[in-house]
Structures are given as C-alpha cells and as structure tokens.
C-alpha cells in the first residue's frame, strides 16, 4: 500500500488539520480579546487622564501625573508627536514606543503620553505562550492521532495479513466491535470457499484417477487391434480410438495437476522452446489435408520452473484450436524471451469472447470452449493453466484478419537447459 493511500496517514493528518483549525480559532478570538483589552487598559486610560489634566491646566494648576505618564499643550509638545491624528496613536520615538492620544479643545492641541506601559511586554508574552501553545496542540493532536491511527489500523493489517496467508483462525474473532463482526465474517466466509475449493479438488484428482483406469484399457485393446489388424479398414479405426484414448489420458493428467497445489518452486526447470516445436510436430497433420501452412519461427531458449505437461497443454491447445479452424492461410508460431505467440488466419473470436479476454477481469470460467477432444478442451483450461503457473494469456486480432494469442510465462529466464532435460524433454 503507498503511503498517500495509508488510512493510518489520513487519520493523523485529519487529526493535525483539526489542531491547526481549532488553533487559528483561538488565534482569531486572542487577537480580538488583546485588541480589546488594549482599548480598555491603555486607550480608556489615557482618555481619562486627559479628562483630569485639562481642567486643571486650565485653572492654571499644576498636572502631577503619575512616573511614564506625561501631559503637554501647545508649544510644549515634543516636536516629535505633533500633527498626529487625534485620538490614540502608537509612535515610536529614538526606538521607546509610546502611546499618545492627540486632542485639541478650545486653549489649543495638547497630547497625553504614556511613556512606561507594560502592555507591549504583556501582548508579546501573551503572544508567545499562544504560539507555544499552538506547537504543543499540533505535538498532541499529531500524537494522539498516531495513537488512535494504530488502534484502529494495525488491527485490520492484522486481519488482512492472515487473510492473505490464509491462516485460520483469523485475528479478532473475539472482539464486540465492527472489527470483530468483519473477522467473523471473513473467517466464515474463507471457511466456505476453502471447503469449496477442497471439494472442487477433490473431486477433479478423485475423478481423473478413476478415469486412468479405463483409459489404459482402451489404450491397450487399441493396441492389440491395430497389432493384430489384417486390413487398413481395421487398424484405421483403432489407431484413431488409441489417439483419443491417449489424448484423454493427457487431459485426466492435466487435471490432476490443476487439482493440486502449485509448488513451482520446487519443480526442475522446463525448456519451453522445446515443448513449443514439439507440440508443432504434432499437430501438423491437422492442416495436411488443408490448405493452411502450419510455421514455427524460432526464437531464444528459455526456461520456467513448472510441470511440462501444462505447459505442453496450454500450447498445444492453441495450436490445436488454431489448426482445427482455420479453413485456409498460415498458422504460425513463435518464440520470444519469456513468451509464446500463436497466430492464425481464421475467423477469429467472436465479440462478446473478445471483450472478456481483453477486460483484466478474464477468468476461466468467462470463456467459453470451443475445444475439442483431449488437450483442447478450449480457452478456459488455457486460462486456468495459466493460472496455476503465474503466467498470463493475451488476445488481439490479427492484422489482415484471424487471432493472436500470446502466453507470457512469469519468471522465464535464458539459462541454458542440460542436454539430460533436453533429451527427455524431447524424447517423451
């Protein structure tokens, strides 16, 4: 999972947006409060000084006022503060700011200067404890989403780790929240398709074992006729009786493998470039009696780890299919690092098979077959072939009309293959 998509991520930077808004909230309400405690503590305050001097200026009394509070009219006024605007002004003089309300009445200008306020020390502290604030609300809510985002979080990776594993029992069974009920559904539901999946297995091994059986008998009397065979017209039917007996057996073989769990890991590796012409060879006399150029192009050697036998049967039941319908043209196959393209001059696929192969959704249960006898048992056991080795089955028209089907083996590698394997491979 990228990090922009973490749950965990958004629940933190949902909680730090929170902390950031609800500080520049209370940022706004301190600004109007200083702003109006300031009114009320030094501009009121000097109003009423200037209330008190100016009678007794005028009466010709002397002003006492109190240490940083200072009262001047007319030709006293520092020349630094006049011509200000009447009412309170803020002015800094040689660096020390004062506040000074500016007025005038009927004996001329005067101003009244606080030259000692603490105000400016107490807004800057006022300030300072709200930006430390401000940090250490972002430092919790950063913290306490962190924490809220493990709670709710690591649970579910948890959960979908084990899901992923397939491990039974799930985490969370236990728990009477909606974590719990989503455990407790995903256990029953894995519960069922895995005994699903077992029935399904089973029944595919216990199947094709029982068709092993019947299989060889036939295979054996086929033999024995076309042995004892006096005339064509006998052994012709009995070779075609053993070619589709043999066939079956290598379609019970390709299922019982499907019907097992793939450990390809543990498997020798497998030349595909041999299994690919040798399931050329053949099919070619499917298109002897046609009018259809059956071409092998080569191409580099390469290996995958997995068993011959599917690989065998996912490419040799597309040159089947690929010779049994196309009427006329070239049938070609050919190699490539890592993949196997079969193309024909046929008619192609109908539509509605089109779309579902090109959709990512493709499964083998959306394909229809249109397969024969043996290994063609169409696309949907190519599907479910390819599957089971990790690899992936492409499909696009060809040019000038027909199809193009393309096998990308997943972890094909040009390692050179041993002349023992190679023999085998090709002596089988």
Same mark, same amino acid.
Not at 354 to 380: K, M
Not at 398 to 412: C, L
């Given at each position: 999972?990228?990090?922009?998509?973490?749950?965990?991520?958004?629940?933190?930077?949902?909680?730090?947006?929170?902390?950031?808004?609800?500080?520049?909230?209370?940022?706004?309400?301190?600004?109007?409060?200083?702003?109006?405690?300031?009114?009320?503590?030094?501009?009121?305050?000097?109003?009423?000084?200037?209330?008190?001097?100016?009678?007794?200026?005028?009466?010709?009394?002397?002003?006492?006022?109190?240490?940083?509070?200072?009262?001047?009219?007319?030709?006293?006024?520092?020349?630094?503060?006049?011509?200000?605007?009447?009412?309170?002004?803020?002015?800094?003089?040689?660096?020390?700011?004062?506040?000074?309300?500016?007025?005038?009445?009927?004996?001329?200008?005067?101003?009244?200067?606080?030259?000692?306020?603490?105000?400016?020390?107490?807004?800057?502290?006022?300030?300072?404890?709200?930006?430390?604030?401000?940090?250490?609300?972002?430092?919790?809510?950063?913290?306490?989403?962190?924490?809220?985002?493990?709670?709710?979080?690591?649970?579910?990776?948890?959960?979908?780790?084990?899901?992923?594993?397939?491990?039974?029992?799930?985490?969370?069974?236990?728990?009477?929240?909606?974590?719990?009920?989503?455990?407790?559904?995903?256990?029953?539901?894995?519960?069922?398709?895995?005994?699903?999946?077992?029935?399904?297995?089973?029944?595919?091994?216990?199947?094709?074992?029982?068709?092993?059986?019947?299989?060889?008998?036939?295979?054996?009397?086929?033999?024995?006729?076309?042995?004892?065979?006096?005339?064509?017209?006998?052994?012709?039917?009995?070779?075609?009786?053993?070619?589709?007996?043999?066939?079956?057996?290598?379609?019970?073989?390709?299922?019982?493998?499907?019907?097992?769990?793939?450990?390809?890991?543990?498997?020798?590796?497998?030349?595909?470039?041999?299994?690919?012409?040798?399931?050329?060879?053949?099919?070619?006399?499917?298109?002897?009696?046609?009018?259809?150029? @059956? =071409? &092998? +192009? $080569?191409? /580099?050697?390469?290996?995958?780890?997995?068993?011959?036998?599917?690989?065998? *049967?996912?490419?040799?039941?597309?040159?089947?299919?690929?010779?049994?319908?196309?009427?006329?043209?070239?049938?070609?196959?050919?190699?490539?690092?890592?993949?196997?393209?079969?193309?024909?001059?046929?008619?192609?696929?109908?539509?509605?098979?089109?779309?579902?192969?090109?959709?990512?959704?493709?499964?083998?249960?959306?394909?229809?077959?249109?397969?024969?006898?043996?290994?063609?048992?169409?696309?949907?056991?190519?599907?479910?072939?390819?599957?089971?080795?990790?690899?992936? @089955? =492409? &499909? +696009? $028209?060809? /040019?000038?009309?027909?199809?193009?089907?393309?096998?990308?083996?997943?972890? *094909?590698?040009?390692?050179?293959?041993?002349?023992?394997?190679?023999?085998?491979?090709?002596?089988?």
């Amino acid at each position: 999972m990228q990090a922009r998509e973490s749950l965990q991520r958004r629940i933190v930077v949902a909680f730090i947006s929170f902390g950031i808004v609800l500080s520049l909230f209370f940022a706004v309400l301190a600004a109007v409060a200083v702003e109006g405690i300031e009114m009320h503590l030094v501009d009121n305050r000097l109003t009423e000084v200037a209330k008190w001097a100016l009678p007794r200026q005028a009466a010709g009394l002397a002003v006492d006022l109190p240490a940083g509070l200072r009262f001047h009219r007319g030709g006293a006024i520092p020349l630094s503060l006049r011509g200000l605007p009447a009412g309170v002004s803020d002015v800094e003089v040689d660096g020390v700011g004062l506040h000074v309300l500016s007025g005038s009445d009927a004996a001329g200008a005067y101003v009244v200067v606080d030259h000692e306020s603490d105000y400016e020390k107490v807004e800057l502290v006022v300030y300072s404890m709200f930006a430390a604030f401000f940090m250490g609300f972002l430092l919790l809510a950063a913290g306490l989403g962190g924490f809220v985002a493990r709670r709710i979080v690591n649970p579910i990776s948890e959960l979908a780790d084990a899901v992923g594993r397939g491990g039974s029992p799930l985490p969370g069974l236990e728990r009477k929240d909606e974590l719990g009920i989503l455990a407790r559904a995903l256990e029953a539901h894995t519960t069922e398709l895995r005994a699903f999946l077992d029935r399904e297995r089973f029944f595919t091994g216990d199947v094709s074992h029982e068709l092993r059986s019947p299989l060889t008998v036939i295979m054996g009397a086929a033999e024995i006729l076309m042995t004892n065979a006096a005339d064509e017209a006998t052994r012709a039917p009995a070779e075609r009786i053993y070619r589709a007996a043999h066939e079956a057996a290598e379609c019970v073989t390709v299922l019982l493998l499907l019907a097992r769990s793939p450990e390809l890991t543990r498997l020798p590796p497998v030349d595909v470039k041999a299994i690919a012409a040798r399931e050329v060879e053949r099919y070619r006399l499917l298109v002897d009696a046609k009018p259809v150029e @059956l =071409a &092998y +192009e $080569d191409g /580099p050697a390469f290996a995958i780890q997995a068993p011959a036998e599917l690989c065998a *049967a996912a490419i040799g039941n597309l040159i089947r299919n690929a010779c049994q319908y196309t009427e006329q043209g070239v049938v070609s196959v050919a190699l490539g690092l890592g993949r196997v393209v079969v193309e024909d001059t046929g008619p192609g696929l109908p539509a509605a098979v089109r779309e579902t192969l090109a959709g990512h959704g493709a499964t083998a249960h959306a394909i229809p077959s249109r397969g024969s006898a043996g290994t063609g048992l169409g696309l949907s056991l190519v599907l479910r072939i390819c599957e089971y080795l990790g690899a992936s @089955l =492409a &499909y +696009e $028209d060809r /040019p000038g009309g027909g199809s193009r089907f393309t096998i990308h083996f997943a972890g *094909a590698h040009a390692a050179p293959i041993s002349r023992d394997l190679n023999a085998s491979l090709t002596g089988r």
